[in-house]
């Protein structure tokens, strides 16, 4: 290992046990959901799809989120491009292999290649070419597809939401032999809300899983990098600790950190931590970010950052000092949306987070006035 970038942890054992899982019920889902930047993406890419390889499986990854308006359409887009892969021979060679050949010349030089074998086209209906494709898929490879759907509480967000879920339902489930399938959320509520809505498309139908965050093996691998570095000193472990929660165990901030350590070759944490917070090009970004937004959100913000919470009788006796008056429920949720849509908050039904926690820090020591 030579930087403190090259270090990573693998968990095979914890994508076999999804895989596992999916085996032991086919046609059930599961979604897998953590805050951001906990290593959602990482997982699936890393870890789960070479573990589907090994178990026998055609690992297919699509983010929905990518092609929000037609989330069905992101989806086939993947599935298609791994029935390329199956189907169309890369090489020269392989190509000519699979076409008949339909002449061949009198002296044997001139060999002339007949049309390329053709399938009948897929259907453009998405929801049908959904099921195709599937069927298609798993034809191909002679093994089950593994579908992982990433961000896929975006399913949720398209004009036609439950309709979308509805068709993906019906697929996975007849195709139950030849598909499994994981979806993971970036906001938890939302994909909460998604596979909970009672009555809606996908009540009872994924498996909710809470996504394991990191824990101390990257924290050993980062201090014993350290220790590498810089000879005869190490980090405290505890200290680490504290420290990775502090950060809402979001690895490559934790990284940022340990680097900064090692920079200054200091092995006070917490010292480092707190100047991370006051970091100038830190507070550069959360100003940008803190600046268009009108006095009202700001100091909703830093209540939110005081963990407050937002709807309560004393939240809003607080920001009646920005707004003279007692601002009304409505209003408020206006303003959390706003945080929402903007990406400063994740969150529903009264629990709301902000999403960085260094953020946090500067809100609780600057307080809502707008930056300079
Ligand atoms: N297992 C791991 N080992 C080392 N670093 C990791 C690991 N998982 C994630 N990271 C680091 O954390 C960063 C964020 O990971 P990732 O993008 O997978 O998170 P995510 O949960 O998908 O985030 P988002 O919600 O924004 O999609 C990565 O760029 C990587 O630097
Ligand atoms: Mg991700």
């Known amino acids: 290992m030579k930087t403190f970038d090259d270090i990573e942890v693998r968990r095979p054992e914890l994508a076999r046990s999804y895989l596992e899982l999916l085996k032991a019920q086919p046609g059930r889902p599961i979604a897998l959901f953590a805050p951001r930047r906990v290593g959602k993406t990482y997982f699936l890419d890393l870890d789960l799809a070479p573990a589907a390889r090994a178990a026998g499986f055609t690992p297919v990854y699509a983010d929905v989120w990518l092609h929000r308006a037609a989330p069905l359409g992101a989806i086939n887009h993947a599935l298609e491009e791994a029935l390329d892969d199956a189907t169309v021979p890369s090489s020269a060679v392989g190509k000519a292999a699979k076409t008949p050949v339909k002449k061949v010349g009198a002296v044997g030089a001139g060999i002339e290649f007949g049309e390329e074998p053709k399938r009948r086209a897929l259907p453009n209906e998405p929801a049908l070419r959904l099921d195709t494709l599937v069927a298609r898929l798993a034809a191909a490879g002679r093994r089950p597809v593994l579908l992982m759907l990433d961000e896929a509480q975006a399913l949720a967000e398209s004009a036609d939401g439950a309709g979308v879920m509805a068709s993906l339902r019906a697929v996975l489930q007849k195709r139950k032999r030849e598909v499994l399938a994981v979806f993971t959320g970036s906001s938890p509520d939302a994909l909460a809300a998604m596979m909970a809505a009672s009555g809606g498309p996908m009540y009872q139908f994924a ?89 009202f959100d700001r100091h909703l913000l830093v209540l939110l ?68």
Do not use: C
């Open 305 to 372: 950052a005081q963990r407050k919470p937002p709807i309560g009788q004393n939240t809003l006796k607080e920001l009646a000092r920005t707004e003279g008056k007692v601002p009304t429920v409505a209003k408020v949720r206006a303003a959390l949306e706003r945080l929402k849509r903007a990406g400063i908050l994740s969150g529903a039904g009264g629990d709301y987070l902000i999403e960085d926690p260094l953020l946090v820090d500067y809100l609780l020591a600057n307080g809502a006035d707008r930056p300079p």
């Open 207 to 295: 498996q909710l899983l809470d996504f394991p965050v990191l824990g101390d093996d990257y924290l050993n691998l980062l201090a014993q990098h350290y220790s590498r570095v810089h000879k005869g000193k190490r980090l405290d472990l505890a200290a680490l600790q504290a420290a990775f929660a502090h950060l809402g165990y979001k690895p490559a901030l934790m990284k940022d950190l340990v680097k900064e350590l090692s920079a200054e070759g200091s092995t006070d944490v917490e010292a480092t931590l707190r100047r991370m917070a006051r970091d100038t090009n830190n507070v550069r970004g959360w100003q940008a970010l803190l600046a268009p937004l009108s006095l």
